[in-house]
C-alpha cells in the first residue's frame, strides 16, 4: 500500500473534503481516503499496482476540482 497526500486547492467547502474522499474509496485500488477543508488536503492510502497517482489526480478533475497536486 501507498500513503500520499494530495494538495486540492480549489477545494472551497467542507463538503468538497467529504465528497472527494467518497468518490475515491470507490475506485478499484483506493484502500482509504481522508479530506481536510482546513489543509485542503485529501490523503490516501492506495494499492499502486491497481491505480496510479496520475489516475487519482484525473479523477479528481473529472469531479471539477482543479490542480490536485502530490503535498
Known amino acids: ?5 494530495l494538495k486540492v486547492p ?3 467547502c467542507d463538503s468538497c473534503a467529504k465528497i ?3 468518490y475515491l474509496k470507490t475506485l478499484d485500488g483506493v484502500k482509504n481516503a481522508i479530506g481536510s477543508f482546513s ?4 490523503e490516501l492510502e ?3 499496482k491497481k ?3 496520475k489516475t487519482i ?6 469531479l471539477g476540482y482543479e490542480n490536485a497536486k502530490k503535498a
Open 51 to 53: 491505480i496510479d497517482v
Open 57 to 62: 489526480i484525473e479523477e479528481i478533475s473529472n
Open 20 to 22: 472527494i474522499p467518497n
Open 39 to 42: 489543509k485542503k488536503t485529501i
Open 1 to 5: 500500500m501507498t500513503k500520499i497526500t
Open 10 to 12: 480549489s477545494m472551497h
Open 46 to 48: 492506495f494499492d499502486d
